[in-house]
């Protein structure tokens, strides 16, 4: 059946050619089933270290909170009262075992910081050693030194806030490569009608170690004390390690339980899209526009992402006055929201291309285009309904739910445009992504230093129009089939 919109994603000449990523030359062997396959077994064990991967990552934010002398903070407490208190302060015996520090709002914020500082700088390094020698294990090792890095935070803790700095700077080196790496394995696992489904389920996990985390480090810091935290998530960081290492391998050609069926099955789907080049095209690649409209997409989303995760629990706290225990759990619903929709998303996504024939570059952007200024709207409506509660986190909740579709849009879109090099290319477009995680916060906290609804509407209408403009970008300039610099001269085939 022929989409409904196959001439707006084919007008441009080039991108008639991408009906479908499968070689229309090429025998089409069938699909091999899903149930007990490598391939999803592999999206499974992904999907379970990207949660560790952000659970490690999310976790200081709540345990600092207890880390902290409150005597320190009070000076720099701004709780707005231009809404009125939700409810009434709950008054529960809490553990105080955990050693206290006199760390000022400044030095909360480097702590914090630190972590992007070693992430942005293995984004590159990490794609390019990925295409050469294989992401397994570097994905393995990025999580394993990470988990075993944040064992050590309470020592870290103690010789200083220097220590911790460096520490949360080193966690950050190990996660930096994690992504580039899962991409550069999934250019050589997923056929390209599966791509959305197995991409989303890997990288969803990243959502859900955000949901999960939070609260449960809420808890444990409430009834055991913060050491609690890092201890836990670095132990199950290790045990994820070694089902890692044992159960996964590089290629399908590699893997010991791989039935024929399937591999023939990956492997036939790949055959031409995937280069063998030695060397990395690097020239082309830095010149080509279909690569700058996924980083100026990943960018943008990006700015409302990170200033959200870091911000957004301050947000509940000081303008609308939610308790603690609620701002755990509501914080967290969010990221419920985007896991939810990252898995129905993908699911989508596939099935418009595989059963409905519709072009790779109309599903990324549309998808994009959903998962950008869906959120840009909903974000803006949140800083317009002041202090009704209910109407603020459901608005909050929506807008960074719909960000999910864009795990089916720009965010695998690398792997479209030049499968052989994804990794690298995630690496590229993940270091200018990783600077709103630097920037974007800092800049909402210098825009709201009375904490007043209006100030959160400048950050909120800042972000959306961000968000705005880098969905446009993809959509104009964005490319769904395999540029020719990403394959050999002798192939010269665009899907």
Request: glycine content about 8%.
């Amino acid at each position: 059946m022929r989409s409904p919109v196959r001439g707006l994603a084919s007008s441009d000449g080039e991108e008639g050619s991408d009906r479908t990523p499968l070689l229309q030359s090429t025998p089409r062997v069938e699909a091999a089933p899903v149930c007990g396959s490598a391939r999803y077994n592999l999206a499974v064990l992904a999907f379970f270290g990207f949660f560790v991967l952000y659970a490690l990552r999310v976790n200081l934010s709540v345990a600092l909170v207890d880390m902290i002398d409150s005597n320190t903070t009070l000076a720099d407490n701004k709780t707005s009262k231009e809404c009125a208190e939700h409810s009434a302060p709950i008054k529960v015996l809490h553990n105080q075992t955990g050693k206290r520090y006199q760390w000022d709002a400044e030095t909360q914020g480097w702590i914090l910081g630190s972590f992007f500082y070693g992430y942005i700088i293995t984004q590159i390094p990490g794609g390019y050693i990925a295409s050469k020698v294989g992401g397994k294990l570097l994905l393995g090792f990025g999580i394993l030194g990470t988990a075993i890095f944040t064992l050590f935070t309470p020592v870290a803790a103690d010789f200083g806030v220097g220590a911790l700095i460096v520490l949360r700077a080193l966690e950050g080196l190990g996660e930096g490569v994690t992504f580039p790496a899962m991409h550069a394995m999934w250019s050589s696992w997923a056929p390209p009608l599966e791509r959305s489904k197995l991409l989303s389920i890997s990288y969803a996990g990243a959502q859900l170690g955000t949901v999960i985390s939070l609260p449960l480090s809420g808890i444990i810091c409430f009834y055991m004390n913060w050491t609690y935290v890092f201890y836990l998530f670095g132990i199950v960081g290790i045990i994820w390690f070694i089902l890692w290492i044992l159960l996964v391998s590089d290629k399908p050609e590699t893997h010991k339980a791989i039935s024929r069926h399937e591999k023939e099955y990956i492997l036939s789907s790949l055959k031409n899209q995937l280069s063998s080049q030695k060397s990395v095209p690097w020239v082309p690649m830095l010149k080509s526009l279909p690569l700058w409209a996924i980083v100026v997409a990943h960018f943008s989303y990006n700015w409302t992402f990170y200033t959200l995760l870091t911000l957004l629990p301050t947000y509940m706290k000081e303008i609308l006055r939610f308790n603690v225990q609620e701002n755990g759990l509501l914080s967290a619903l969010p990221y419920f929201g985007c896991w939810l929709c990252m898995i129905l998303s993908g699911q989508a996504a596939d099935n418009l291309r595989a059963k409905w024939n519709f072009s790779t570059i109309c599903v990324r952007r549309v998808f994009s285009l959903i998962g950008m200024i869906g959120p840009a709207v909903f974000l803006v409506a949140a800083g317009f309904i002041g202090c009704d509660y209910s109407l603020a986190v459901a608005f909050l909740t929506i807008s960074t739910t719909l960000g999910g579709f864009c795990s089916s849009g720009f965010s695998i879109n690398h792997l479209d445009i030049a499968p052989s090099y994804a990794g690298i290319l995630l690496g590229i477009t993940n270091t200018f992504a990783t600077i709103p995680g630097m920037v974007g916060p800092v800049i909402a906290k210098s825009l709201t230093p009375d904490n007043t609804i209006s100030e959160w509407q400048t950050v909120f209408y800042i972000a959306a129009a961000i968000n705005v403009f880098g969905a446009i970008f993809f959509t104009l300039f964005g490319k769904g089939e395999v540029q020719n610099w990403a394959l050999n001269d002798q192939h010269g085939h665009r899907n």
